[in-house]
């Protein structure tokens, strides 16, 4: 479903936000404190703070449905990634090097666009215990950087 480039490129620069929705169609929102689309292109994993993300594990619980904006800072390379069957489950200590990785690569990232690694880990750092995960099957892609192919999926967005 997706080029080495792209999942490079997911795993590595961007920030997360991730969203979903009531039965009754009211939306969710909050940041991701991790990313993981893994290597088959087809599975993803987003870990978000268990304090801050009530309502949206909520609304996954109900609906399964979730939406994952993805940006890299310094270019606004922007991509939107859905899925129906989203699960949540406890953050493990085997998720810890992937958050760790993620962590580093936002204070990367983040520093290029003139913040630093503090306010990173004020923004995305939390303990394990604090986190959970949710794990699900990638449906559709979108193009989501500004332009004029922003919203086309991504297999006719050229």
Do not use: Y
């Not at 997360?16 to 087809?42: E, I, K, N, T, Y």
């Not at 939406?67 to 953050?91: E, F």
């Not at 559709?140 to 922003?150: E, R, S």
């Amino acid at each position: 479903m997706t080029d080495t480039k792209l999942l490079n490129l997911l795993n590595t620069c961007c920030d997360a936000v991730v969203g979903s929705r009531s039965a009754d169609l009211v939306p969710s929102v909050c940041w991701g404190m991790g990313f993981h689309m893994h290597a088959d292109g087809q599975h993803a994993t987003v870990w978000l703070a268990r304090a801050q993300a009530g309502q949206l594990l909520a609304d996954v619980a109900a609906t399964g449905q979730l939406a994952v904006s993805l940006c890299q800072p310094i270019t606004n390379i922007s991509i939107q990634l859905k899925g129906h069957d989203a699960q949540v489950r406890d953050a493990l200590p085997a998720d810890d090097p992937l958050l760790q990785r993620h962590l580093a690569n936002m204070a990367h990232e983040i520093g290029l666009v003139g913040f630093g690694v503090p306010f990173v880990h004020a923004a995305f750092h939390r303990p394990l215990e604090a986190l959970v995960a949710v794990d699900f099957t990638i449906d559709t892609q979108f193009i989501q950087t500004p332009g004029p192919g922003a919203g086309q999926p991504m297999a006719t967005a050229g």
